[in-house]
């Protein structure tokens, strides 16, 4: 069993050390409730909206933060979100999979949307890939909010076997449908049918709050790998839930559903 803690916060947009500071007490409150991983929100050390102040915030692998953070990691695994400046000068949306004093994983996200409300593309540059990699959780995936709404992506990850899907996202609160944000219920669309066919937990942690007029609906939640929904945090507030689950149920679900077996005869 492995107990997660899911960290529904709303950052300070810009406010790149006060959203450490708040992230080292959230990261000890996950460690006094001795849980093996906390993950927090795409972009949860510096906000969403940042156009130009991208550069005032980006930060590399050896930055003091990073460098804190990880070493927060010997005593929990970690996920978060933040501005990645590369060798090159290049700024990406970022996130890290921090695990036993080490930067596992560091995901640039691919899909940047630059339409309506959105306008990734014009401030970030793009990632290529999308990884698996061993973590305490299994075999696991870790995806930025509109890296989760492409094909290609649930077929890399599909062609990894991975048992554990961590999306973070920073989605707002858009439209009414049957009574909810239609957002609210896309995502929950999206995550069950990840976890269904590729029989495989979907871990989803969405921010909350309001920002430069956006309001971030929160709602973060799991499903197991059997299409159940198992734990959901409430919509628009800051929240913070636990939860005991079993790495084993892939496995389980596997030998129930023919979706992961029947898909492994295509090639590409």
């Not at 959203?19 to 001795?34: S, T, Y």
């Not at 804190?68 to 590369?86: A, C, N, Q, R, W």
């Amino acid at each position: 069993m492995k107990k997660i803690m899911l960290a529904q916060t709303s950052p300070i947009l810009g406010e790149l050390n006060k959203n450490f500071l708040k992230h080292l007490d959230d990261i000890d409150r996950g460690i006094e409730e001795k849980c093996d991983l906390i993950i927090f929100p795409e972009l949860s050390l510096t906000g969403y909206c940042l156009r130009d102040l991208v550069y005032d915030v980006a930060i590399n692998g050896e930055h003091e933060i990073i460098r804190k953070l990880i070493d927060k990691s010997h005593k929990i695994s970690i996920v978060f979100g933040f501005v990645y400046l590369d060798e090159h000068g290049l700024v990406y949306n970022a996130g890290a999979y921090l695990e036993n004093g080490v930067l596992s994983y560091l995901h640039k996200k691919v899909f940047l949307p630059d339409y309506t409300m959105f306008e990734e593309g014009r401030y970030f540059a793009r990632g290529t890939t999308v990884n698996g990699i061993k973590t305490q959780m299994g075999d696991t995936t870790l995806l930025i909010c509109e890296d989760a709404l492409h094909i290609s992506s649930a077929y890399a990850m599909f062609r990894r076997g991975v048992s554990t899907v961590i999306i973070i996202s920073n989605s707002p609160a858009r439209g009414v449908y049957k009574e909810q944000f239609y957002s609210k219920s896309m995502w929950e669309t999206v995550t069950k049918f990840i976890s269904m066919s590729l029989t495989s937990y979907v871990i989803f942690v969405n921010r909350t709050g309001v920002e430069e007029g956006i309001t971030f609906w929160g709602g973060s939640h799991i499903f197991n790998p059997f299409g159940d929904k198992i734990i959901g945090l409430p919509m628009i507030s800051e929240s913070y839930k636990t939860i005991e689950i079993d790495i084993n149920d892939t496995s389980r679900a596997r030998i129930n559903s023919p979706f992961y077996r029947e898909s492994n005869n295509i090639v590409g």
